[in-house]
C-alpha cells in the first residue's frame, strides 16, 4: 500500500516560515520524482516545486526565490521549506510522487497552510 504523508502545516504570520515535509511508504523512493502542490478555495491544484531523484528542481514563478524543496532518500522523505510566506500562499499543500517504474502518482492528504496578515 501507497502512503504519503504530509506534516508541517499550521497559522504563520506574513513573513514566516513554515517546513513541511512528506514522508512516503510502499514504492521505491530513488524512483519516484517528487512534488509539491497547493490548491487555495476556488482555485486549482498548482504544482509550486518539483525534485527529480537525482535531486534536480523547478519551481514555479510564485515559489522560486521564497521556497526551497528537497529530499533525504535515506528517510523517504521531500521536504518544502517556504520563506516569506505571504497572504496568497494560504492553500491545501499536497505530496506528489510520480512512481518512475508504474508511470503511476500518488497523493498525500494535505496539509493546510494559513498566512495571516
Known amino acids: 500500500q501507497v502512503q504519503l504523508v504530509e506534516s508541517g502545516g499550521g497559522l504563520v504570520q506574513a513573513g514566516g516560515s513554515l517546513r513541511l515535509s512528506c514522508s512516503v511508504s510502499?514504492?521505491?523512493?530513488?524512483?519516484?520524482?517528487m512534488s509539491w502542490h497547493r490548491q487555495a478555495p476556488g482555485k486549482q491544484r498548482e504544482l509550486i516545486a518539483r525534485?527529480?531523484?537525482?535531486?534536480?528542481?523547478a519551481y514555479a514563478d510564485s515559489s522560486k526565490g521564497r521556497f526551497t524543496i528537497s529530499r533525504d532518500d535515506a528517510k523517504n522523505t521531500v521536504y518544502l521549506q517556504m520563506n516569506g510566506l505571504k497572504p496568497e500562499d494560504t492553500a491545501v499543500y499536497y505530496c506528489?510522487?510520480?512512481?518512475?517504474?508504474?508511470?503511476?502518482?500518488?497523493w498525500g492528504q494535505g496539509t493546510q497552510v494559513t498566512v495571516s496578515s
Open positions: 506528489n510522487a510520480f512512481y518512475i517504474t508504474n508511470g503511476r502518482h500518488y
Open positions: 525534485i527529480e531523484p537525482n535531486s534536480n528542481t
Open positions: 510502499g514504492i521505491n523512493f530513488d524512483f519516484s520524482d
